[in-house]
């Protein structure tokens, strides 16, 4: 059995590696067709879109966002679990140039005096909720993106692999027929 070790034979043609005047010829690099970009671009672009549909709104939350004083809460709700609707007060708030806004405020408790972070008739308790779901969106888009990239390298490389061993030994690539994909290794 041959290891490869030696540079005597490659075992194929019954030519040295050392006689060879050329080495062996390696698959050139090929580009994606437009049909293969349109997938690599525009399922991520799908998903991004998607997404941004969900997360734009909260997007734009942070950016408009001030933190406000409460000036008046009434009507608050305890919230009902998991069937029942949200814990929330109807509250009015105060921003520091003295511009008042009022709505729904997500919380069991509000009372006057409580720093909000809001805008124009929305409201947090603070900033971290509408942090907490940008970071929550960012991280499945990034993930999308990585995980994207990754399935397009390991497929470039598969089928590079696959092509420099057909003009190497000018057949089709064949898996080990030894190989078996049953969790518990027994060939079926």
């Given at each position: 059995m041959r290891t490869g070790d030696d540079d005597t034979n490659d075992g194929r043609d019954g030519v040295g590696l050392k006689e060879r005047g050329n080495p062996l010829p390696e698959a050139p690099r090929t580009w994606p067709s437009a049909q293969q970009w349109l997938v690599i671009l525009g399922t991520p672009a799908v998903l991004l879109g998607v997404l941004w549909l969900f997360a734009e709104s909260h997007v734009q939350e942070l950016r408009d966002g001030r933190t406000a004083t409460v000036i008046g809460a009434g009507g608050c709700h305890e919230g009902g679990g998991h069937a029942g609707?949200?814990?929330?007060?109807?509250?009015?708030?105060?921003?520091?140039?003295?511009?008042?806004?009022?709505?729904?405020?997500?919380?069991?408790?509000?009372?006057?005096?409580?720093?909000?972070?809001?805008?124009?008739?929305w409201a947090y308790p603070s900033a971290a909720p509408v942090w907490q779901l940008v970071g929550i969106f960012s991280f499945i888009a990034t993930s999308v993106l990585v995980v994207n990239v990754a399935i397009w390298v390991v497929e470039f490389r598969q089928d590079r692999q696959r092509r420099t061993y057909e003009l190497r030994y000018g057949h089709e690539y064949l898996p080990d027929p030894g190989y078996t994909s049953d969790p518990s290794g027994s060939a079926a």
């Open positions: 609707p949200p814990p929330s007060c109807h509250a009015t708030w105060q921003f520091p140039d003295g511009h008042i806004s009022s709505g729904t405020v997500p919380s069991s408790s509000v009372v006057r005096g409580d720093t909000v972070f809001a805008g124009e008739g």
